[in-house]
C-alpha cells in the first residue's frame, strides 16, 4: 500500500428534494450525504460502514458519478472529477468502476456473460482490439475463478456466488485504479462471502487496486479493510485503522455498533456490556440539530443539541484517530480484540 492519494473527497453532499402539492413544490430535502470527507491511498482498502439508511450506497454512487452532487469536490487522481465532461468524463471512469450489491439485478438476464463482461470495451473500444475482446473476456472468467467454457451461458444459469464473481469480472475488465464495491457481499451465504471477499483480496494483490468496500457487516469489513469509516445519518462520525475502529474505538455509535457484534469466544460471552442505543433513527429529512447522534446517545449532554462535533483528531488511549464526537473517549470491548489467523 502506497502514502499517495488516489481518491480525495472534500465535504461531499447530496440533497434529495421532497416535493408536494399539485405544482410539485420543494418543500425540504432528503439529507442523504451532508458533508462527507476522507482520503484513499493506492493499494489501500478503506470499509465504508453504518445502519441502512445512512449514506453509503449513495455515496458509493457519488464516488462513481452516478449521482451528482450538491455541492463538495471529489478529487481522482489529481483531477477534479467533477469538472469533467464528455470524452474527458468517458476516459476517467476506465479507471474507478462499480461492483454492485445484488448479483441478480444488476446482470443483464438476456445478455450471455460473454456479452456482459465484455461490454466494457464495446464502450472503450480501444482497450481490447475487436479480434482479442474474446479472449480477454475468457482470460477475465478465470481470473475470477470462472469456467472459461461458460462464456455464452446466461446469467440465470449460474449461483449466486457465481454471478458476482461475474460483476467482479466486469469491474476490472478496463483495468481500474479503484473499485467501488456497495455491499458485494451481503445478498449471498456466509461460506460463499468468505469466497469472494479472498477474491478480492487476491486481485487487489494482483492488479494494484483500491477498494471503496461499502458494508453493514462489521466482521467481513474487518477482515478486508486497512482503515475504516463509520457514517451514521450521511456524516463520518469515526475514521481510522483496523486496530483503532475494532479495539479503541471512540465515538459513542461506533462503540454501540461493536457491542452488538456476537463474541465469537463462549468463554467470554456475557462478559462484555452491551450498549443499548434508544429510540429509533432520525428522518434524513429532518436530522437533529448539533451531534446527529445526540437522540441516541449514552454520553449526550447539552452542548450536543446545539454545536456540531468536528470530524478531528482525538486521543484514543494510544495514539489519536478522527471521531465526531465532543466528548470522545476510548471504551474497551471484550471479545473485539485482534486474534492471530
Known amino acids: 500500500m502506497s502514502n499517495e492519494v488516489i481518491l480525495q473527497a472534500e465535504g461531499l453532499v447530496k440533497h434529495y428534494p421532497i416535493r408536494a402539492g399539485v405544482l410539485r413544490r420543494t418543500v425540504g430535502h432528503v439529507k442523504a450525504v451532508d458533508g462527507v470527507s476522507f482520503e484513499l491511498r493506492r493499494g489501500e482498502t478503506l470499509g ?12 458509493g454512487r457519488m464516488l462513481m458519478r452516478l449521482e451528482e452532487p450538491t455541492a463538495g469536490k471529489l478529487t481522482f487522481d489529481g483531477v477534479d472529477m467533477y469538472a469533467q465532461r464528455g470524452s474527458a468524463m468517458r476516459r476517467l471512469r476506465r479507471d474507478i468502476q462499480i461492483v454492485f450489491q445484488d448479483p441478480y439485478t444488476s446482470l443483464n438476464p438476456r445478455k450471455t456473460v460473454g456479452d456482459i463482461i465484455g461490454e466494457p470495451f464495446e464502450i ?16 477475465l472468467l478465470d481470473l475470477v475463478g470462472l469456467n472459461p467454457e461458460h462464456i455464452n451461458r446466461y446469467p440465470h444459469q449460474f449461483s449466486g456466488g457465481q454471478r458476482q464473481r461475474i460483476g467482479i469480472a466486469r469491474g476490472v475488465a478496463l483495468n481500474p485504479k479503484v473499485l467501488i464495491c456497495d455491499e458485494p457481499v451481503s445478498a449471498l451465504d456466509v461460506s460463499v462471502q468468505a469466497q469472494v ?4 483480496e487476491r486481485l487487489q494483490d494482483e492488479l494494484g487496486l483500491a477498494y471503496v468496500f461499502i458494508a453493514h457487516d462489521l466482521s467481513v469489513v474487518r477482515h478486508i479493510s ?37 463474541v465469537p469466544d463462549p468463554t467470554l460471552r456475557g462478559l462484555r456490556k452491551q450498549i443499548k442505543l434508544v429510540g429509533d433513527v432520525p428522518s434524513p429529512a429532518n436530522p437533529p440539530s448539533g451531534c446527529r447522534f445526540h437522540t441516541r446517545c449514552f454520553k449526550a449532554q447539552e452542548r450536543c443539541t446545539t454545536d456540531v462535533p468536528l470530524l478531528e483528531a482525538r486521543p484514543d488511549g494510544v495514539s489519536a484517530h478522527d471521531s465526531a464526537c465532543h466528548y ?10 485482534s486474534r492471530p489467523v
Open 226 to 262: 486497512d482503515r475504516v469509516a463509520v457514517m451514521y445519518l450521511g456524516s463520518m462520525v469515526e475514521i481510522g485503522d483496523e486496530d483503532q475502529i475494532y479495539n479503541r474505538p471512540t465515538h459513542p455509535y461506533t462503540q454501540a455498533l461493536l457491542s452488538a457484534v456476537p
Open 197 to 200: 471477499v479472498n477474491l478480492l
Open 124 to 139: 472503450h473500444p480501444d482497450v481490447v482490439p475487436k479480434g482479442g475482446r474474446r479472449r480477454r473476456v475468457q482470460d
Open 328 to 337: 470522545a473517549a476510548p471504551l474497551a470491548l471484550v471479545g473485539t480484540e
Open 48 to 59: 465504508v460502514v453504518g445502519e441502512s439508511g445512512c449514506g453509503k450506497s449513495t455515496l
